[in-house]
């Protein structure tokens, strides 16, 4: 079935430094969601991308879909100890949406 | 709007009692679905309903069962609760199935422990 894969799996950064988180689907989608679960919260939604190549800002934080809408990446420029969570993927298969597994990012001060 | 609203939020279970988690949401959702969380694994997909009456089955779906009677609710049934059951368990709800697309909104979370 398909497969939605998230690097890193866990990542600790120190305040400031870049922080960034792949996401790779074994088929084409049509869409790719992005969102982030504070520790002991729900994931929230952040961003949803539609089109090949798009790239979308959100603040620090910057999204893009591959070409091929095969991948995705998120990238957090100088990160704040409020980014620390879960981020987490999903594209759409079948009826349902598949999530990838999540990057834990940890923030030290 | 309350948004989806997930009952209770901790419970502890003794192998082999039943228990239901209940959902609810306020926004006229068509698509409801409920997703475990566990350590390294992500969020799995258990039962999910595109509507009223129709529900089917995700990627971890033994041990549990749910019905859809109304728009508003969803309900997921742990039959006879096993310590493999120990998890964190998300009710979701979107406008639409996941192809198209639509953004999914979580409950808060319940916490059940089976010991």
């Known amino acids: 079935g398909q497969q939605v894969m998230q690097i890193p799996q866990y990542q600790h950064v120190q305040e400031g430094e870049d922080f960034t988180t792949y996401c790779n689907s074994s088929t084409t989608l049509s869409n790719i969601q992005w969102y982030k679960q504070r520790p002991g919260g729900h994931p929230v939604f952040l961003i949803q991308?539609?089109?090949?190549?798009e790239v979308k800002k959100q603040k620090r934080l910057t999204f893009q879909f591959g070409e091929a809408k095969k991948n995705s990446s998120l990238h957090i420029t100088a990160t704040q100890t409020t980014d620390v969570g879960t981020y987490f993927c999903?594209?759409?298969?079948?009826?349902?949406?598949?999530f990838g597994k999540g990057t834990t990012l940890s923030v030290s001060s | 709007n309350a948004g989806v609203t997930q009952t209770p939020k901790f419970q502890v279970l003794k192998t082999g009692q039943s228990m239901t988690l209940q959902c609810a949401q306020d926004?006229?959702?068509?698509?409801m679905s409920w997703y475990r969380q566990d350590p390294g694994m992500g969020l799995r997909l258990i039962h999910y309903?595109?509507?009223?009456?129709?529900?089917d089955q995700g990627e971890v779906p033994n041990g549990y069962n749910v019905s859809r009677s109304t728009t508003e609710d969803f309900p997921l049934r742990l039959l006879s609760a096993a310590p493999s059951q120990t998890s964190v368990y998300f009710c979701?709800?979107?406008?639409?199935?996941?192809?198209?697309?639509?953004?999914?909104?979580f409950g808060e979370g319940s916490w059940l422990t089976v010991v």
């Open positions: 991308l539609v089109k090949s190549g």
């Open positions: 926004m006229n959702h068509e698509y």
């Open positions: 999903a594209g759409p298969g079948g009826t349902a949406l598949i």
């Open positions: 309903s595109v509507g009223a009456g129709i529900t």
């Open positions: 979701a709800s979107s406008y639409g199935i996941g192809l198209s697309g639509n953004t999914i909104y």
